[in-house]
Structure formats: structure tokens, C-alpha cells
């Protein structure tokens, strides 16, 4: 979706690729997507080899898990966990974007840390941070601070000041997670500037207290097959990951534990007990396969969990506190305009119940918001629309699993059956729906594909 990459054979016969991003790629600034760094002991804490704009060779193959045993399977996730035990192995002092020295003005005192030691480097800096949520939906124009962030109260309140100003400058993009329209669920801009001016207000009650969760990491969040290399003889050795290049220094919580080519989209696991096998008496073989699939897609996930907490407990912490509520207030505040204000307002009331429990409220400390029975109404309403809607957006999706345009995209090759299918659907929830000529054109406006 954003880079084009290229086999380029050498005169000496040597073969590598090459990436080279696309428009829509963002601002590239981390070192390793600029040019080669000579480095430091950094490297070996942080990634496998060198990261650089030559990604590999032929010899190195990515990693396609569909198409590997699964021993084949166990033994990259085995390898994937040593390699997030050296990424937990560094923090930083500062929230922002690894620099070179050369090419940002730093805080001073910015460092590693490394097993509780402070190490500076001359030739890293943290700066600015240039992830795609400061330049999407035409962010680059605002003029926002960002960054870098000696704490994380600072770095939070700089994300809800940025999605103010978002919201009172630009354009809002249309909603990518819920389907609005007449009757239904309506955006509303005053109420996403309460619920954010609310996130503002508690923004350091949020806050877990002396915990690793929070701790500044730089972390890989995108770890799917395409960007991930091992070695054809050894699946056990990680060659290389690619597609560094917006990757960031954040508090880990609001990294993704979980390796995408896990293929794992379903709830959480109420317990890390392996699954028993389901008996497949009467299955045709369609559906055996498919559940076989599922089977071992769910006993692989368990595995990876019952690895994190053995092998990497801060980083299960994480699991743990991102279902609390207040780790969904942040993430909410955070994600404003694509999943809207109804399902933080509804959470935010919730909170009262468990005000004073949170570690960063002092006994004495009211909760800060007072609603009405009027409000609460309003608040309950608009939630219940926002979970229907969502409700009907992963309706659509399991309708067509294989043809689901995931961020808007779909193969070349399957795009005319894609577009077929959504023509179908989207007319069917047209007549569902829409009563008149205006409504009917209300709801084209917001439907999700177009």
C-alpha cells in the first residue's frame, strides 16, 4: 500500500531489494530509512541486523505462516519472543522519534536505557515525532507541538490538544469503523470537543502509577508476513524485519503485543489453557478444514500468550491493562474522529463507579463531572446507535470474510468481485434503511467504501 519494492541485480551478480515509498508513505525521519548507520550498541538491544534501505537478499524469505508447518509456526514465534525480550530490554528517556544526532534539534539529557543503565550516544537524538496520525486527514498543516516529551502526561495531553485542533481546523474524514446516516448514528463535532476537553481534564488520573507499561520503548507494530524475513533453513532465526520507518518511541501500552501474522482477529482469551479438540463427526470437508484452521489459529494465539507471560511479563502487563477502561478512554481520546465521541462519553460515565480506585486519584479527589439526567439519556442513546452501527459494519465483513477491503484495500485481481459484492450489500441497506430520496443520498455520503 505504500512502498513499491524492487529486485536490482548488481554487476557482480549480487541481487537485493529496494524500497522506495509512495506518496501516501508519510514523513520518513527514523535513521534506519534514510540511509545505512554504522551502529552502535544500540543495534543489538533494539534489532536482529542492520536495517537499512537494501532489505535483504533472495537468500532470506519471508515469512508466509499459511503455507508453513506449524512446528514450523511454534519455532518463529519462539524466535519472535526473543526478539521483543531485547526491544523490553530498552527504554528512553523521552517520548518522540529516534534521530540522528545531526539532524534534529534534542532535549538535553536525551539517552538510552539499557538493564537500569543511562547510556548516552552522540550519534542518536529523540525529536519530533512524525507518525501518520500527525499528517493524516491533513494533520501536517496544524500547528501543534510534537514533541519530543520528557513525561508521559505531557505526551498525552499533546495527543489531545493535537485532536482538538484537528477537529476545530480541519475537515472531520469520513468514519472507517462506523456506518452513520439518518436515524442512526450522527458525528457531532461539539460533543467529540466535550469528550476531549473531558480526556484533557483527567489526563494524569489515567496515568498508571511506578508501572513498565508506561515505560518510553521504540517497538515494531506491524509485524505481518510481509515485513518479517527468517532464514529458509532455520525457522527459528529472524533474518530481518523491514518497514521501520515510522516507527516510534511511545509508552509501550500503546504498542501492539501481538505479531500480525499470529492471524488472530477474535477476542481475548478468558484463560491460557490450551483448547481441546472439537469433534468433526458429520463435518463435510470445507467446513473440517476450516475449523481445523481455526483450531489451530486459537491454540497458536494461547501459545504466544502463555510465552509473553512467561518470557516477557511487562509486555503481558500490557495485555492486561489495555482491557481495562481507563486504557480504552485513552485509546478513544486518541481515535477521536474514526470511532467517535458516543463510546468515550459512555465510558467516561462509567468511571465515576471506580474514580477513586484509580492510582493517580488521591482519596480526597471528586470525580470532576457532574451529569444530568438529560445528559446521561443523550449519552446512552447515542452510545447504543454507535455499538448498532458497528454492529452492521461487521456484519458486512462476515458476509464477504475473503473479499473485506481491509483499510480500503483490495488485490487488483479481486477488485471487480469486491466492488459487486459491496454494490449488493450497500443497496440492500439503502432500502433498508433510507425512506426518502434525501436520506438515501445522506447515507451514499457515509458509506464506507467510496
Known amino acids: ?39 552502535t550498541s544500540l543495534e543489538k538491544f533494539l534489532i536482529p541486523q542492520r536495517l537499512m534501505s537494501t532489505l535483504g537478499t533472495r537468500e532470506q524469505n519471508h515469512i508466509i505462516l499459511g503455507h508453513h508447518s506449524t512446528t514450523k509456526k511454534l519455532k518463529v514465534i519462539l524466535a519472535m519472543t526473543a526478539l521483543q525480550k531485547k526491544w523490553l530490554s530498552v ?12 539532524d534534529v534539534q534534542s532535549p538535553a539529557g536525551n539517552h538510552y536505557v539499557n538493564e537500569g543503565m543511562a547510556i548516552n550516544d552522540s550519534e542518536f537524538a529523540i525529536g519530533p515525532a512524525t507518525g501518520r496520525d500527525y499528517f493524516d486527514a491533513g494533520r501536517s498543516v496544524l500547528d501543534i507541538e510534537n514533541g519530543s516529551w520528557a513525561s508521559l502526561t505531557q505526551y498525552l495531553q499533546a495527543v489531545g490538544a493535537r485532536e482538538i485542533k484537528a477537529m476545530q481546523s480541519l475537515k472531520p474524514p469520513k468514519h ?69 520507518q515510522s516507527c516510534h518511541i511511545s509508552p509501550l501500552f500503546n504498542h501492539n503485543p501481538d505479531p500480525a501474522f499470529l492471524d488472530w482477529d477474535g477476542l481475548e482469551p478468558e484463560t491460557l489453557d490450551q483448547l481441546e479438540r472439537s469433534t468433526l463427526y458429520g463435518f463435510s470437508t470445507e467446513e473440517r478444514s476450516a475449523a481445523m484452521r481455526e483450531y489451530v489459529i486459537q491454540n497458536g494465539f494461547i501459545g504466544w500468550r502463555k510465552l509473553m507471560h512467561a518470557k516477557n511479563p511487562d509486555l503481558y502487563r500490557v495485555v492486561k491493562f489495555r482491557k481495562t477502561p481507563v486504557y480504552w478512554l485513552i485509546f478513544l481520546a486518541h481515535r477521536m474522529n474514526e470511532i467517535g465521541e458516543a463510546h468515550f462519553l459512555s465510558r467516561l460515565v462509567d468511571l465515576k463507579d471506580t474514580w477513586a480506585d484509580l492510582p493517580g486519584v488521591t482519596r480526597d479527589t471528586p470525580f470532576p463531572f457532574g451529569f444530568s439526567e438529560e445528559d446521561l439519556e443523550c449519552i446512552r442513546l447515542d452510545s447504543d446507535d454507535a455499538i448498532a452501527v458497528t454492529e452492521l459494519v461487521s456484519e458486512i465483513k462476515e458476509k464477504i470474510p475473503d473479499l473485506w477491503p481491509d483499510k480500503g484495500f483490495i488485490e487488483y485481481e479481486r477488485y471487480d468481485d469486491c466492488k459487486a459484492v459491496l454494490d449488493e450489500l450497500k443497496g440492500q441497506i439503502l432500502d433498508q434503511l433510507a425512506e426518502t430520496d434525501e436520506e438515501k443520498a445522506e447515507y451514499q455520503r457515509h458509506w464506507l467504501f467510496e
Open 1 to 39: 500500500m505504500f512502498n513499491k519494492s524492487f529486485l536490482m541485480t548488481m554487476e557482480d551478480g549480487q541481487e537485493v531489494v529496494a524500497k522506495v515509498p509512495n506518496p501516501n508513505d508519510g514523513v520518513h525521519t527514523s535513521p534506519w530509512s534514510v540511509k545505512s548507520p554504522q551502529w
Open 176 to 244: 472507517i469503523a462506523l456506518f452513520c446516516g439518518p436515524k442512526i448514528y450522527q458525528p457531532d463535532a461539539a460533543k467529540k470537543l466535550t469528550a476531549l476537553a473531558s480526556y484533557q481534564k483527567i489526563v494524569d488520573a489515567l496515568i498508571p502509577k511506578g508501572t513498565s507499561v508506561t515505560s518510553p520503548c521504540l517497538w515494531h507494530d506491524d509485524v505481518h508476513g510481509d515485513n518479517i524475513f527468517v532464514d529458509p533453513h532455520n525457522s527459528e532465526k529472524i533474518t530481518g524485519i523491514i518497514d521501520w
Open 91 to 102: 527504554s528512553f528517556s523521552h517520548y518522540g522519534i529516534l534521530y540522528y544526532a545531526g
